[in-house]
């Protein structure tokens, strides 16, 4: 059992940036993938970005590549995401998750956080 917990969301102007964390407890940190998704109000979950748990192997949707940067510290069991550049579109819930496959599909992932929410102003 993994448990999550994502902090760091907020209101920011376009062009802003955040940093969101994602705390985990429960089993070996770093035997997990972690992902990052999104949900925007009467769109389905969408995913972001996720990592592998070593942290060698990243993927991006195409959408936040060049303004969003996922990293681990397995040492604090912690993943963040850095938001750079930040659009109104990228308003939303954003939940991290964990599993031990490196996927981009939300069904792949065994665990989830309960979300933070973003909110980007034009």
């Known amino acids: 059992q993994v448990q999550l917990v994502e902090s760091g969301g907020g209101l920011v102007q376009a062009g802003g940036s955040l940093r969101l964390s994602c705390a985990a407890s429960?089993?070996?940190?770093?035997?997990?993938?972690i992902g990052w998704f999104r949900q925007a109000p009467g769109k389905e979950r969408e995913f972001v970005a996720a990592?592998?748990?070593?942290?060698?192997?990243?993927y991006y949707v195409d959408s936040v590549k060049g303004r969003f940067t996922i990293s681990r510290d397995n040492a604090k069991n912690t993943v963040y995401l850095q938001m750079n550049s930040l659009k109104p579109e990228d308003t939303a819930v954003y939940y991290c998750?964990?599993?031990?496959?490196?996927?981009?599909?939300?069904?792949?992932?065994?665990?989830w956080g309960q979300g933070t929410q973003v909110t980007v102003s034009s």
């Open positions: 998750a964990a599993g031990f496959l490196l996927r981009t599909t939300a069904r792949e992932y065994d665990y």
């Open positions: 429960g089993r070996t940190f770093s035997n997990y993938a």
């Open positions: 990592k592998s748990g070593s942290g060698s192997i990243t």
